[in-house]
């Protein structure tokens, strides 16, 4: 049995140059689950890792770009059941080369809804050659309570679990071989945005919501400095440049907690979150034919 992850790494290190951890992590959750996996299937391979992480502005004003030697760990966080709908002309941007990826999805422990589908398209018209894919628990954007501290390390070992069969898979496929990777979700056109809805059925939308800014603050510009839309302005942090996309970056790494909400459409749905999806969800993990 100690044979196996050392003959998957060598069988994957002779099709693979290197692996590459490409993601958008507000928090730094999904960052954390993209690195793990990249990691471990480095370590597996003995091949090198680089990570591609766009989630500042800054770091989209270039595309994407990989080689037909990489395995590529593509991971994003799950927004209202899809791929972060901002984030969508960036990918279209990108250039695969051929390389092989991971999909990975991270969500707050609802649902992924189409998210994984859905990545799996953009990547393969993108010219990457999506082999596996998984879908992850990370504590929510929204909350402190939700999926709190995950994913944990019962997620991370079956993480490395699946790092293995991903290894093994991507080791037997011959070079410019294009395996079909079946995934739950509903074919294009996707389904919509989840949409929150009151008691009473009315959807909630707030997509217009924005944090406020609380005396605790210090005027660090720490919230300006992590907003991934560039939307907090670094002179003045009270002042908004452009949308929220509630990705809670600012609320759970201002070391003062000096910025919440207090919209009311908000404030229920991160309530019915909580109540509603306190179950522990388990990852789930695919492999091509």
Known sequence: MAEGPALCGKELAMHIQRICAAYFSATGTTRRAALALAGE????????????????????????TFMQEE?????????AGRVPNVLLPYLARTEGGGARAVCL???????????????RD??????????????????????????????????LAALGAFAREAARLCGALRPGERPALTLPGTPR??????????????????????????????GCGLCAAVCPMGSIAAHDIHTYTG?????????????????YY???????????????FGRRAEPVFFLAD
């Open 105 to 119: 999805t991270v969500y707050g422990n609802r649902a992924f809804d189409d998210a994984l589908i859905e990545l």
């Open 41 to 64: 299937l480095a370590r597996l391979s003995g091949v090198p890792c680089r990570t591609a992480d766009f989630t500042l502005p800054a770091a989209r004003e270039q595309p994407l």
């Open 243 to 259: 949308i929220c996309i509630k990705c809670g970056a600012c609320v759970k790494k201002c070391p003062h907690r000096a910025r």
């Open 262 to 276: 207090d919209d009311a459409g908000y404030l229920y749905h991160k309530q019915e979150l909580e109540e509603g």
């Open 122 to 155: 953009i990547l393969t018209q993108a010219g990457l050659v999506p082999v596996a894919a998984a879908a992850l628990v990370g504590e929510h954007a929204f909350s402190d309570t939700l999926a709190r501290g995950r994913p944990d390390a019962d997620d």
């Open 71 to 79: 395995l590529v760990v593509f991971a994003v966080p799950v927004y």
């Open 189 to 218: 056109p996707y389904r919509g945005y989840y949409m929150p809805r009151d008691r009473a059925g009315t959807p909630v939308d707030i997509r217009r919501v924005k944090p406020r800014v609380s005396p605790a603050c210090t």
